[in-house]
């Protein structure tokens, strides 16, 4: 049974015009760095409150921060957002790292407690919201790369070479580190998945 | 098939990565092995769910907030806008404002302080060449109490003085050749502070309370240019490269931009305002709107 990728990504970028709104942020124009943020504010925003619900404001307005600052590197070799996405990532992993945030690794959940509780969660078998809850919540316990990359590619709907373009890792890393995230998310979510 | 290869064909059939063959073996084994159907059966669902996940709206008012906050770290950030700020911070405290004209020494500030902040006692505390010239387009009255004229032109200004424009016209007083403020009808401000460049005889800061009305600024950046500052008892003001009008009244500060951006600086707080916009600040609390269409700008 085939499932297409729906693609999730929510402004189709085309070069041109995106080059030239780069190029007079680069300038200090205000104007142009509103209408970036207009347009990219939500993409972000998707990815880093998958990534750090608690702090998601926060690193989003921190990733807009760093893109006004450096847009003169912008080089046009990229999509704007694929330029946003890697700084939205860099932000979140830093501030994962400086946070030193007491996470916890979901290979080191004993495997009784890597399963959601149906019990917790009694009507989650209708894939309500307890049941996207309970999806966050694994989706906290993957280590950083493998939730990144989940988030880039079965929430965001990136292509894996985007994918690879945006983390800095091959797209054959891509897929594998898709493919452990859904086996810990599946084992995570069972109880919720048998029905 | 092994089993623990049906669940990776299984994933990357969700990729339509699958060749003909390969989706024969997975389906073979899927008829033929009960645990790993269950298997696949979760992992088909899951996949589904996926693709219900919902994508988030941005929470209210965050495109602003990450403007705001952009636009005034862009400023603090930098070197030229530590400076100033740490002038500003000093001259929000009066008190303090002997330092803050030491360290303001490489910065040509115009500020325009609104009522009360500026007593006429603390410009004692500075030792400061006492007048500047500047340069009148129109006519504005120039003096102090009952010496008051009518001035245009060439024009020197001494602290105490004040500078009023009591026809409906606006007049426009260039504070140097990159700063220039455009007095409104019916609007009067008063000299307060002045110190120049003992080298060059620019002036480095000119403080200036302003009583009523409304002023606009025109700041034009330069090599040897600084920054305007307009400080009100709400508010501190720092443009770069700007165009933008304040105005206050009992309690309120009004500022608009026209072009470039500004950032102001609250007690506590720091918030940006872009080209075609306007801010209120008022109660220790700001509102920013956009600037109806039409809005002209005295300058």
Not at chain 2, 135 to 157: E, F, H, P, R, Y
Request: charged fraction near 20%; glycine fraction near 6%.
């Amino acid at each position: 049974m085939l499932h297409p990728i729906r693609s999730k990504k929510l402004e189709p970028v085309s070069s041109g015009p995106d080059l030239a709104l780069m190029q007079r942020i680069a300038k200090g124009d205000g104007d142009a760095f509103a209408d970036l943020v207009r347009r990219y504010t939500r993409m972000l925003y998707n990815v880093a409150y998958r990534y750090n619900a608690a702090s998601a404001e926060d690193l989003v307005q921190e990733s807009f921060l760093r893109a006004f600052q450096h847009a003169n590197t912008f080089s046009g070799r990229s999509k704007v957002s694929s330029w946003l996405y890697r700084i939205c990532v860099n932000v979140c992993l830093t501030h994962m790292g400086r946070a030193s945030l007491q996470t916890t690794d979901i290979e080191d959940v004993p495997e009784s407690e890597l399963t959601a509780s149906v019990n917790d969660l009694p009507e989650a078998r209708a894939e309500g919201r307890e049941t996207f809850k309970a999806l966050e919540e694994g989706l906290a316990l993957l280590p950083a790369q493998e939730r990144m990359v989940f988030i880039l590619r079965e929430l965001q709907g990136l292509a894996y070479s985007e994918i690879s373009d945006v983390l800095g890792i091959t797209e054959q890393a891509a897929r594998t580190n898709l493919h452990r995230a859904k086996r810990r998310l599946q084992s995570w979510l069972s109880p919720l998945l048998l029905s | 098939m092994e089993c623990s290869e049906a669940l990776d064909f299984l994933y990357q059939s969700f990729d339509a990565q699958l060749t003909p063959t390969q989706q024969m073996l997975l389906d073979a084994h899927r008829r033929t092995c009960f645990a790993c159907a269950n298997t696949l059966t979760r992992a088909e669902r899951f996949q589904a769910l996926l693709l219900k996940v919902p994508q988030l709206a941005v929470p209210r008012g965050l495109e602003d907030r990450i403007i705001e906050r952009v636009f005034a770290a862009s400023h603090v950030t930098t070197k030229r806008g530590e400076t100033l700020r740490t002038f500003v911070d000093a001259i929000t405290n009066w008190r303090s404002f002997a330092f803050a004209a030491g360290t303001a020494a490489a910065v040509l500030a115009l500020v325009l302080v609104s009522r009360n902040i500026f007593q006429p006692s603390a410009m004692t505390h500075v030792q400061a060449p006492p007048t500047i010239t500047a340069a009148i387009n129109g006519t504005l009255d120039v003096g102090s109490g009952s010496k008051t004229s009518q001035q245009s032109g060439a024009v020197t200004v001494a602290p105490g003085e004040t500078i009023a424009n009591s026809s409906e016209q606006p007049s426009t007083i260039a504070v140097s050749q990159h700063v220039a403020v455009t007095i409104s009808g019916n609007t009067q401000i008063q000299v307060g502070q002045v110190q120049v460049d003992p080298q060059t005889g620019d002036p480095n800061v000119i403080a200036m309370r302003l009583v009523h009305g409304m002023v606009g600024v025109r700041e034009s950046l330069g090599k040897n240019a600084g920054a305007i500052h307009v400080a009100t008892d709400q508010a501190t003001i720092v443009p770069t490269g700007t165009i933008f009008t304040v105005s206050a009244s009992a309690g309120t500060t009004d500022v608009a931009v026209g072009e470039g951006s500004v950032a102001v600086y609250l007690p506590g707080e720091t918030f940006g305002v872009p080209a075609g916009n306007q801010a209120r600040i008022s109660g220790g609390r700001h509102t920013i709107s956009k600037l109806r269409p039409g809005t002209k700008f005295v300058h």
